[in-house]
Structures are given as structure tokens and as C-alpha cells.
């Protein structure tokens, strides 16, 4: 009997452990706005924060937008100057691209260094003016910046994109 119960023990170890060891790919778990974006990991080794408590931030229509993007991979990440920004309008339970009518003062490339790194900066402070009309009703924007991941000096093809969803007031 003994013999019986190691060996049903020792069995189920080993389906466990691969059940462990087997990632089945669910699409159905992948952010579809990811998919459209056609880059992977999407606020994953990024993250995109609306700092709302800001009093610069109003969170209306037709005022301006102050974010926060941090590095949360072991890498170092680059973005061009305009922080890879796009916005995006909810409309129809899609996502309609709108035009940025911010003027960006950066001159440089920015990298962000991987989290907690003490000589290199690992947040960001992109600012956004989406052009929204203002029709008297609030209005939910997906803000959106992609960089590229570094390897070593050197900027790969690899993409790191995050996005926050924000709704401004009339």
C-alpha cells in the first residue's frame, strides 16, 4: 500500500510539474489593444501614470495632460523626442487616432534607465494637448508612448510601449 501511495505521489509531481512547465499561448489573455498596436509586453516593462492630483492637471477638455512613464524592465529603453506619443479617442468602442497640438521643447533622444538605477533617470514627464473639441460631454483618451529597447549603446528593434486611459471633463 505504501509503495502505491509514493507512486501515485510521485506521479502527480511530475503532471503538475509539467503542467508547470507548459505555457499554452490564450490569446484571449492578450490586451487587444496590444494586438493593434502590434507590440508586445504593452505596460509591462513600462508603465504610463496620469498624475491627477497635480494642480496643473485639470482633467479637462482643452487643457493640457502631465504623465509620468517609468522603466520597470532590467533594460535601458530609448524614445525619440517626442516620447513615440500618440492619443487615441474612444469612439464607438474603438480607437480613433487625434492629433497632439502640443509643442515639444525636447532636442535630445531620451533613455530611461531600468528602475532604481541611481546615476541615469528612470522616469519621465511627457505632456500632452489633445485636440478635442469641446461638445459639452466628458471624453475618455488613451495616451500612448513607444520606445525601443536597448541593448548595451545600442537601440534594438524591440518595441516597450505603455498606455493610460484618461477621461477629461467639459
Known amino acids: 500500500m505504501r509503495k502505491l501511495l509514493i507512486s501515485k505521489f510521485f506521479l502527480l509531481a511530475i503532471i503538475l510539474t509539467m503542467g508547470a512547465c507548459t505555457h499554452i499561448e490564450d490569446d484571449a489573455d492578450e490586451d487587444p489593444f496590444a494586438i493593434f498596436l502590434n507590440i508586445k509586453n504593452v505596460n509591462q516593462s513600462l508603465n ?18 502631465f504623465l509620468d512613464v517609468r522603466n520597470y524592465s532590467d533594460k535601458r529603453i530609448w524614445f525619440p523626442d517626442d516620447w513615440g506619443l500618440k492619443i487615441y479617442r474612444s469612439d464607438n468602442n474603438s480607437w480613433v487616432e487625434i492629433r497632439d497640438s502640443m509643442t515639444s521643447f525636447q532636442t535630445e533622444d531620451i533613455v530611461l534607465a531600468p528602475y532604481g538605477d541611481e546615476e541615469l533617470r528612470d522616469i519621465g514627464a511627457p505632456v500632452v494637448d ?30 516597450a510601449a505603455a498606455y493610460v486611459d484618461i477621461t477629461l471633463q467639459p
Do not use: A, C, F
Open 48 to 65: 504610463l501614470i496620469y498624475q491627477d492630483t497635480l494642480p496643473l492637471n485639470k482633467g479637462h477638455i482643452e487643457s493640457k495632460v
Open 130 to 159: 489633445p485636440d478635442i473639441p469641446n461638445e459639452g460631454h466628458p471624453v475618455t483618451i488613451r495616451v500612448v508612448v513607444i520606445g525601443n529597447v536597448m541593448n548595451g549603446d545600442v537601440v534594438t528593434d524591440e518595441q
